[in-house]
């Protein structure tokens, strides 16, 4: 998929970079992005918009992959900015994200993160809670700014990939429940405050969905509270934001819909909805994380240790694991590789994949057909270019993997490979001892 093809030695090339090379140059375990493919998917997203006539903002949440080199492409790319910390909204403004396409996530913004977004005038808080409207007030005034605001709402319905679950009742740590007039009270404190605008609302239902359903059903839910708002306070949103959650294909089980669908499927429920309200559009936001980032990346491993246990399985162990991605241990999240060096031949075996943990759940893939692997060949894991670097930890202190993004045949290093020392940087010594 994307740039990703084998080469005439048999290797995988990645934006026309020979994989091997890559290892070569910057050693692994090595996430690799395809920036032709982030490109692509960024603009599928916007040019959905575009083509129906809406005004719309494509925000990335930051969350599925963020440092200050990805950060600078979204920015190149048109995109706005999801943020949800004090760490990722640093990381947007040292990559110089413009601050009015940022908008900042979070159930328990502390008083310092709402403060340094304040001073950084960004473009809008996404507010969870009355907490948080009570520290925007104390802060804004202080500053003497204005700031814009979405109120986060918890629509009671909860989309996983096919299911579907309209709660009615909401239970979720994130946003104002609509049930109990929360929700309605929230738009009242933030309509009354001098220092806050009130753009409208967001919704989130869920990540990695394959339907329109859910959206459809969380449009339809946000507007009959619209109604409400708009019957007892007067109230009409400017902006409608749904939040993230589009799928994309880790292997074939997972039948993603092409991001028009999804996209138009919503631009038709707004609509729908709009004029059975009798407002004009708004504007929609949404925030794809995992559909702009996550089938651009790749990790390549190097394999070392073979373990057979005739007639029960074969293990391969990489030099990564759950460092670099939880999800298999987190989610049981599955995922499809090859044997970057010797990609043409044929598959002759079922292995399973395990990580370098000293844990038995650090298990990459089980089941796996690959040509027989032996110690120094190269596994290529595809659809790790979401939540695997941004997940990643120094479990076992084993460093962080070196970042690349590949494009038209060039390699660019954009975050480093980290150091024993660095893993040791925070270490204080016992009174007395020495360090050697
Ligand atoms: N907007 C909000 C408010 C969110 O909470 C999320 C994800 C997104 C957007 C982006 O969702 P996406 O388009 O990436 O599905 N660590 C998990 C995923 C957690 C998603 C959390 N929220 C995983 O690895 O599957």
Redesign the pocket.
């Known amino acids: 998929h994307g740039t990703s093809r084998i080469n005439d030695q048999g290797h995988l090339e990645i934006g026309g970079v020979d994989v091997l090379d890559l290892k070569k140059q910057f050693g692994t375990p090595l996430y690799v992005y395809d920036i032709a493919l982030i490109t692509e998917r960024a603009n599928e997203f916007v040019q959905a918009f575009k083509k129906r006539n809406i005004k719309a903002q494509v925000a990335y949440?930051s969350?599925?992959f963020s440092c200050v080199a990805m950060v600078q492409l979204a920015k190149e790319l048109d995109l706005s900015l999801?943020v949800?910390s004090g760490g990722e909204l640093h990381t947007a403004l040292v990559a110089g994200f413009p601050v009015e396409r940022i908008h900042f996530?979070g159930n328990n913004k502390s008083y310092s993160e709402i403060d340094m977004a304040v001073k950084a005038e960004i473009g809008c808080f996404?507010v969870d809670n009355f907490y948080e409207i009570q520290l925007l007030k104390e802060i804004t005034q202080k500053h003497n700014k204005k700031v814009s605001v979405l109120l986060?709402i918890t629509p009671g319905v909860e989309a996983h990939t096919h299911d579907y679950i309209s709660t009615g009742q909401e239970d979720s740590k994130?946003g104002f429940d609509l049930l109990s007039g929360q929700a309605l009270e929230a738009v009242q404190q933030v309509e009354d405050h001098e220092f806050l605008q009130l753009l409208g609302v967001?919704c989130?239902i869920?990540?990695?969905?394959f339907e329109t359903t859910g959206f459809v059903m969380a449009v339809e839910k946000v507007f009959s509270y619209l109604a409400e708002w708009k019957e007892q306070l007067n109230y009409t949103p400017q902006v409608v934001n749904l939040?993230?959650?589009?799928?994309i294909r880790y292997t074939k089980e997972d039948t993603p819909l092409p991001v028009s669908q999804y996209v138009d499927a919503t631009i038709n429920a707004v609509i729908e909805q709009s004029e059975k309200l009798g407002i004009e559009i708004p504007e929609i936001w949404i925030?794809?994380?995992?559909?702009?980032v996550?089938d651009a990346g790749t990790t390549l491993y190097t394999i070392g240790a073979k373990k057979e246990i005739p007639e029960v399985r074969h293990y391969l162990s990489v030099d990564g694991g759950m460092t670099d991605n939880?999800?298999p241990a987190?989610?049981q999240?599955k995922y499809e590789a090859i044997l970057a060096n010797r990609a043409n031949e044929v598959s002759q075996e079922t292995y399973s994949i395990a990580g370098k943990c000293c844990e038995s759940g650090d298990m990459l893939i089980w089941d796996i057909s690959l040509p027989f692997g032996k110690p120094g060949d190269t596994l290529a894991v595809f659809c790790t270019g979401?939540?695997g670097y941004?997940?990643s930890n120094n479990y076992n202190r084993i460093p962080r993997p070196a970042i690349v993004f590949v494009e038209n045949g060039k390699a660019t290093l954009v975050v480093k490979r980290e150091t024993y020392e660095d893993l040791i940087q925070y270490d204080l010594t016992i009174k007395g001892n020495n360090i050697i």
Do not use: C, N, T, W
């Open positions: 949440a969350k599925a999801d949800v996530h996404v986060r994130f967001h989130h869920g990540s990695q969905i939040g993230g959650g589009f799928g925030e794809p994380g995992r559909s702009l996550g939880l999800r987190l989610y999240a979401a939540y941004s997940m």
